[in-house]
């Protein structure tokens, strides 16, 4: 017997389902992880300077200075062979600190045909004819959907949208196929790469976890080789796509000359919920139907012809706590219905998480200024006392684009509201909200569309991804653009329509 749920909206204006404001309070660990987290990872940039300025004295030197140099050398064997053993060490020591480069050659977002579009209204027309709903329950996800940031263009898979609904095995294998072959093949087509050349798989579905995997059906359509190295990551929630890239990241530092093709997506069919808890009604209302798949290298060569390069991941796990744990939990409620309960508590579980991971990250991204502003304050506090707020660096100087889980329009209006945001930096996430829905783990994909869609992405810019998810994690990712996106040689979900772009997107409290 699951616990009583409140009879509230979870999306709601109220105090207690807003994120936690960021200045009130910024624990100095995390701080320190930051920066143990640039030193232990970037000691091979302390030699890169040194070797440059080895090389550009010697670049100085004339052939008289070279020989002077050379005669003076020749009897002193002893500065000879310490002068080599330093070169010889630093040299080894830098290759091998030094990490491979990871470069993303290119992805793709799955968009369903036009016969899986569900409208507002024919969303509640389906959840009325499923006959199971109170007329309480009824009227409930009526203000959700209304307050959710989704558009009328959102996709649902057959098995649900049908009447009466069909959700079993096949269907969701159905669906499952659609989405992951739907994007690879378009992935293939657009990179020309054959699928024998994969060497590293990663597929992750949080819900729907089928024997044999996702990934071996993925190996079985493709025909992959045999010696290929795959995971399946199943129950990690909304953020378990930039979990994805970072095991494709360190699985690269040991294989090289490798590609690693990663494929993010939820699904839809069995795991639509059919009962009374409130609690487990909100993601009927808020998750929709797609994918992405992405391609991965550390091949120098491809460089030239990939569109960003990782810079950084920064993973951040609250699960040793129980608050944390179980605020987003697959159960059954009290008449034995499988859903996913939304707790009450997840709105300031996110707050936190989110908090701790952009505290991490502040120290590799920001600039100088900004941290010298931040560590002042927080000196000032923790050392002296002093009853000042935490300095929020501006992280619009350390990021050009934001790409912010599409997980509900509440937590992107908080999100903007805390990191002082403009619209034009929050317009990915909400746009995506608005035409696909919450896809999970995929919406970060969808986003970088659009921002590629719309022509905004220039050489040399930084992209912040950020999720969260069940667990709870909190993760992030940052790339930088290898070269301009031209929008008319791109094939994404959004060209046909980018135009229509931006839309209205009204805010909670406007509601």
Request: proline share 5%; charged share 20%; with cysteine.
């Amino acid at each position: 017997m699951s616990e009583s749920r409140p009879k509230t909206p979870f999306i709601s204006a109220a105090s207690s389902q807003k994120l936690p404001d960021f200045k009130q309070s910024v624990k100095l660990k995390y701080v320190k992880l930051g920066y143990h987290y640039l030193i232990t990872h970037g000691m091979y940039l302390l030699l890169s300077p040194i070797m440059v300025v080895m090389a550009a004295q010697l670049s100085t030197f004339s052939i008289n200075d070279l020989h002077d140099l050379w005669d003076h050398l020749r009897y002193n064997l002893i500065s000879v062979i310490l002068c080599s053993t330093l070169l010889v060490f630093l040299s080894t020591f830098y290759f091998l600190t030094c990490p491979r480069p990871v470069y993303l050659v290119d992805f793709s977002c799955y968009k369903p045909e036009d016969a899986r579009i569900c409208t507002r209204q024919t969303f509640l027309e389906r959840t009325r004819c499923i006959g199971t709903f109170t007329e309480e329950n009824l009227e409930f996800q009526r203000k959700i959907i209304e307050r959710s940031g989704l558009g009328e263009s959102t996709y649902l898979p057959e098995a649900v949208i049908r009447t009466p609904p069909n959700p079993c095995m096949a269907e969701a294998r159905k669906e499952a196929e659609m989405v992951m072959f739907g994007a690879l093949d378009e992935l293939f087509e657009k990179t020309g790469l054959k699928p024998k050349d994969i060497g590293i798989l990663i597929v992750n579905c949080s819900l729907f976890n089928p024997t044999p995997s996702l990934s071996a059906m993925v190996i079985n359509h493709y025909k992959l080789r045999g010696n290929i190295i795959s995971f399946n990551l199943g129950g990690m929630g909304c953020s378990a796509g930039l979990i994805s890239v970072d095991l494709a990241k360190d699985l690269l530092q040991v294989h090289p000359n490798s590609y690693a093709l990663v494929i993010s997506m939820e699904n839809i069919t069995l795991n639509w919920y059919f009962g009374n808890d409130r609690s487990m009604l909100v993601s009927n209302c808020l998750f929709r139907m797609g994918g992405a798949a992405i391609l991965l290298s550390n091949k120098r060569t491809d460089q030239w012809r990939s569109k960003y390069r990782l810079v950084h991941t920064v993973r951040t796990h609250k699960g040793a706590d129980d608050k944390c744990f179980s605020c987003v939990t697959q159960q059954e409620d009290s008449t034995g219905r499988i859903g996913v309960s939304l707790s009450k508590d997840l709105m300031g579980v996110a707050g936190d998480a989110l908090k701790t991971n952009i505290t991490t990250l502040g120290p590799l991204v920001l600039p100088m200024s900004e941290q010298l502003l931040f560590f002042g304050t927080l000196v000032a506090k923790k050392l002296f006392k002093r009853k000042v707020k935490p300095y929020i660096p501006d992280f619009k100087l350390a990021f050009e684009h934001f790409c912010i889980h599409a997980g509900g329009r509440a937590v992107l209006d908080e999100l903007e509201k805390n990191l002082q945001l403009s619209d034009w930096h929050m317009e990915p996430s909400r746009m995506t909200l608005n035409r696909f829905g919450n896809t999970s783990s995929s919406s970060l994909w969808y986003e970088l569309a659009y921002t590629e869609a719309k022509g905004r992405m220039k050489k040399g810019d930084r992209t912040w991804q950020i999720a969260f998810g069940s667990g709870f994690k909190c993760n992030s990712a940052v790339w930088k653009a290898l070269r301009t996106i031209n929008p008319a040689k791109q094939k994404n979900p959004w060209m046909d329509e980018i135009h229509l772009f931006p839309v209205d997107v009204p805010k909670v409290s406007s509601i």
